[in-house]
């Protein structure tokens, strides 16, 4: 009886709370509106669009003969870690800034390069981010030049490669502008559906007759009521009348 007694006021506080919620649904889906369109407009005039550029390359060891075995992919994919750090080198990229006369430093660089190696292959993807995308396409091709030569030398590799040049990117990578936009909505939702909650968690008033029966367990005998200088008004008025 006491477990079903419990769950009937978990039952009845849950539905209090949407309750809550519905009636403040316009004010919810407001505020849920207002962030999406801030979210909007920040992504999309004030957050300096990136462009991403991508190059690949194959990668032949010296040892390999003309038929490849299962062992020498093994092999080859083992080593692409190894490839990627080289790729990665202060060597290459400083290389690659001196060549193309770049206003930045190594470090700079290297937050600009990414290198993945795809899972049972020996094809390395090297992708460059920027805000301009000639540029972007610039660094990512002259990375794999000074890259694939350095590899040669350090590892004894027999060639390696191209299997794509980078090319010239016409959509922007980042920001996502229809992410922004539903994230920044969600937010806004969210955010007020938490400050809804927390205050009727901390609102400890009794607004009603019902609500010292529920809260206090005990029953009112009279109400009394509230007088305002709207009703005094009223009042004064019918006496006149009179």
Sequence with gaps: MENQTRNDEIEIDLL????????????????????????????????????????????????????????DVQMG?????????LINSRYVLEE????????MDYRDMLEMVSVDTPADT??????????????????ANSIREAASNHIQNVMDIEAVNVVESANM????ASPNVMLWTFAGGLIGVLALCAAT??????????????DVEKYLGLSTLALIPVVTEENNRKKKKKKKRK
């Design 122 to 139: 020996r094809i390395v993807s090297i992708t460059v981010e920027d805000t301009d995308p000639a540029q972007a396409m610039h660094i």
């Design 16 to 71: 209090e709370v949407f309750n809550i919620l519905i009636s403040r649904a316009w004010i919810i889906i407001g505020a849920g509106l207002l962030l999406s369109l801030t979210a909007f407009a920040i992504s999309k005039f004030v957050l300096t669009p990136t462009y991403k550029s991508t190059t690949k390359i194959y990668i032949l060891n010296k040892t390999e003969s003309q038929t490849v075995t299962y062992s």
């Design 197 to 210: 909650l927390i205050q009727y968690l901390l609102d400890d008033t009794v607004k009603s007759s019902e």
């Design 96 to 103: 690659v800034i001196q060549l193309l006369s770049l206003d």
């Design 77 to 85: 994919t083992q080593l692409t870690k190894d490839y990627a750090e």
């Design 169 to 172: 990117p016409t959509e922007k």
